[in-house]
Each structure stands twice: as C-alpha cells, then as structure tokens.
C-alpha cells in the first residue's frame, strides 16, 4: 500500500454508524512492515489510560458490550497508485479491557523430547504477532543465541522453536524481552494501564528475564 495517508483513509464507526472521532494515535512516521503489506494501528494511549485527561473528557475509543466497524475506504491507493476495488469494512463486538500484566509463570514451556523435536511455549492469551519473531531466544549453556526456525500458531498463543541444529543434552534458557506485549499493549510485569511514556536515550537498554529448561 501507498505510505503517509493511511490515517485519513481508516476510520472507526460507534453501532450507531457514527464515526468516534480520533480514536488512533496518529504517527508521522506509519508503522509498516518492510513490503508495506502490514500496517500496524494503534488506538489513542491517552484515551485508553484510566485517568489521563483525554479518557476523562472524550471516553474510551472502544467500550465493552458494543459493537463498532472498522471501515477503510476504496480512495487509498496501493504501492502502484491505484485505488482499492472496493471498501473494506469488519464489524466486531467488544469485551472488558485486558489490563493484566504478561506473567511468565503462566506460560507453558514443553521441553523437546529428542534431539530433533521442538521447544514449544504455549501463552494463555494472544500476544503480539509482529514481537514474538524477534523478543523470545534459546540460549545455551554458554550464553550464545541458538539459531534456529520459529513458528507461531493458533491464534499467537502458541510459539514454537526449531534449531539449525540438533539440540545437545543439557540446560537451556528462554529468554524473553520485557517489551514484549499482548494485544492491548500490556507488557511482561508491567499492564499497560499504568504504563508511562519514558524518556529515551540513544542507547536503550534491553532486559529480559529467562525460564530454565532442560534437555536429555
């Protein structure tokens, strides 16, 4: 698709057919994956957050028991700069708001039964399809990263690891990113309703923390 209008062609209508009125955050920079074939769309922190002055004046952008349409419209143009066939609406129904915390001690880690079988993490809840590529690792004993082939399935509660090479008897670590999120944008440890806009330094710092598993 064509890049740096995306907003003005997504829209978000109550069940009443009523457009909300800016209920994404709009970035100047759109997030895109590198073939601009998906593109990642964000409601408005400051509506979301319990407190924040925007939740208290406008009210959450999505309200559990209703039902809402994402509409796109058929003016948005493709990488070629030719217009969509026809628009694209999904109408879906909401629940409560997911504010707990991603917990480690929740997930469900089945080590390999031989050398060649696969690691497989299973998480209680969806969790984000475009992080769990690049913010979980296998290392071995002697800290290096494992190479190896991941797999996600099930509707991104299930990861699954395949190595390069067979696995070796011994202990292994999981190594999850902190940053990883779930679908409403909470974090390992931490919910996203009390989450804060830190400040960034040039270098940041990247923690983890890491579930033991073992090999025979």
């Known amino acids: 698709m064509s890049r740096g209008d995306a907003y003005d062609h ?7 057919g009523r457009p909300s009125e800016m209920p994404f955050l709009e970035l100047t920079e759109e997030l895109w994956n590198p073939t601009s074939e998906r593109f990642t769309l964000l409601f408005s922190p400051g509506r979301i957050k319990r407190g924040l002055a925007p939740n208290r004046e406008q009210g959450p952008p999505l309200v559990a028991g209703r039902r809402y349409t994402l509409v796109i419209d058929a003016a948005w143009q493709d990488g070629n700069g030719q217009p969509m066939a026809h628009e694209f609406r999904k109408t879906f129904s909401t629940t409560e708001g997911e504010r707990r ?11 390999p039964s031989t050398a060649s079988a696969t690691l497989e993490v299973i998480f209680p809840r969806p969790l984000d399809r475009a992080l769990l590529d690049r913010m979980i690792a296998v290392i071995d004993r002697s800290g290096k990263r494992v190479p190896g082939t991941i797999t996600i399935d099930r ?37 996203f309703d009390v989450d ?4 960034i330094e040039k270098t ?13």
């Open 101 to 111: 915390p991603i917990d480690l001690k929740t997930w469900r880690v089945t080590a």
């Open 10 to 16: 997504i829209h978000l209508l109550d069940e009443h």
């Open 196 to 199: 804060v806009f830190e400040h």
């Open 155 to 191: 509707n991104e509660q299930r990861w699954r690891f395949t190595p390069a090479a067979p696995w070796k008897a011994g202990g292994y670590r999981l190594r999850v990113d902190t940053a990883l999120e779930d679908l409403a944008g909470n974090k390992v440890d931490r919910p």
């Open 204 to 216: 940041p710092r990247t923690e983890t923390k890491d579930l033991l598993f073992s090999v025979r």
